[in-house]
T-cell receptor, first 111, second 115 residues
Framework: RKEVEQDPGPFNVPEGATVAFNCTYS??????FFWYRQDCRKEPKLLMS???SGNEDGRFTAQLNRASQYISLLIRDSKLSDSATYLC????????????FGTGTKLQVIP | DTEVTQTPKHLVMGMTNKKSLKCEQH?????MYWYKQKAKKPPELMFV???????INESVPSRFSPECPNSSLLNLHLHALQPEDSALYLC??????????????FGPGTRLTVL
C-alpha cells in the first residue's frame, strides 16, 4: 500500500457543482496535513492546511479523520479556474520535514 | 517577500556537462527542499536542508549534489546526468524550527532536459 493515496480521477464536473476528494494515508502517527493545487506545468501552491477540527476557506472545506486515516477536500460552487490537480501532503511524526505527496487528483470543471 | 525564486527556468545539458540549479528565498525560512517531478507524477523529495545542514537525502544518486551556502540559498549541482533525469526540479522552503504545521512554499521550478 502506498503511503499516501488519492483517486487519480479525472473528475469532470459542471460549473457550480460540489466535488469532494479523499486522500488516505498509511502512517497512523502522521502529524501534519495539507492540500496543494498544481496547474499544468506550474509549481504546487498551498491551498490549505488541514487541522484536526477541520477548516474552511471560502468555497473550500478540509476535514481530517484520524480514526479512518484520511483527509478530505470539499469544493463548493466549482469554478472553471478550479481545474487543476489537487495533491494531498502528509508529514510523519518525528520527521516533520519528510513530507510525502499523494498521487494527485485531477479536476476538470466544465462550462 | 513571500517568493521562492529558481534559476534557470529551463536547462538543456549533455550527459558530460556540469551545471547548477539555484534557489533563493527571503522569508527567513530555515528549511529548504529539492524535489524532482516527472510528468503526471507527484513531486518526489530528494534533499532537505534544515538550518543549513543536510538533514534528509532520499537515496539520491551522487550525480546530484546539493549545497546550502547560507540560509537563503540552495544549489543543486549536476554532473554526468542521464536522459532519465530529465524532469521539473522544484525548490521549496518552509519555516522549519520544529513547528508541526510546516507549510512549504514552492519556486516555479527548473525544467531540465538531458540529451
Amino acid at each position: 500500500r502506498k503511503e499516501v493515496e488519492q483517486d487519480p480521477g479525472p473528475f469532470n464536473v459542471p460549473e457550480g457543482a460540489t466535488v469532494a476528494f479523499n486522500c488516505t494515508y498509511s502512517n497512523s502517527a502522521s502529524q501534519s496535513f495539507f492540500w496543494y493545487r498544481q496547474d499544468c506545468r506550474k509549481e504546487p501552491k498551498l491551498l490549505m492546511s488541514v487541522y484536526s477540527s477541520g477548516n474552511e476557506d471560502g468555497r473550500f472545506t478540509a476535514q481530517l479523520n484520524r480514526a479512518s486515516q484520511y483527509i478530505s477536500l470539499l469544493i463548493r460552487d466549482s469554478k472553471l479556474s478550479d481545474s487543476a490537480t489537487y495533491l494531498c501532503v502528509v508529514t510523519p511524526d518525528g520527521g516533520y520535514q519528510k513530507v510525502t505527496f499523494g498521487t494527485g487528483t485531477k479536476l476538470q470543471v466544465i462550462p | 517577500d513571500t517568493e521562492v525564486t529558481q534559476t534557470p527556468k529551463h536547462l538543456v545539458m549533455g550527459m558530460t556537462n556540469k551545471k547548477s540549479l539555484k534557489c533563493e528565498q527571503h522569508m527567513g525560512h530555515r528549511a529548504m527542499y529539492w524535489y524532482k517531478q516527472k510528468a503526471k507524477k507527484p513531486p518526489e523529495l530528494m534533499f532537505v536542508y534544515s538550518y543549513e545542514k543536510l538533514s534528509i537525502n532520499e537515496s539520491v544518486p551522487s550525480r546530484f549534489s546539493p549545497e546550502c551556502p547560507n540560509s537563503s540559498l540552495l544549489n543543486l549541482h549536476l554532473h554526468a546526468l542521464q536522459p532519465e533525469d530529465s524532469a521539473l526540479y522544484l525548490c521549496a522552503s518552509s519555516p522549519g524550527g520544529g513547528t508541526l504545521n510546516n507549510e512549504q512554499f514552492f519556486g516555479p521550478g527548473t525544467r531540465l532536459t538531458v540529451l
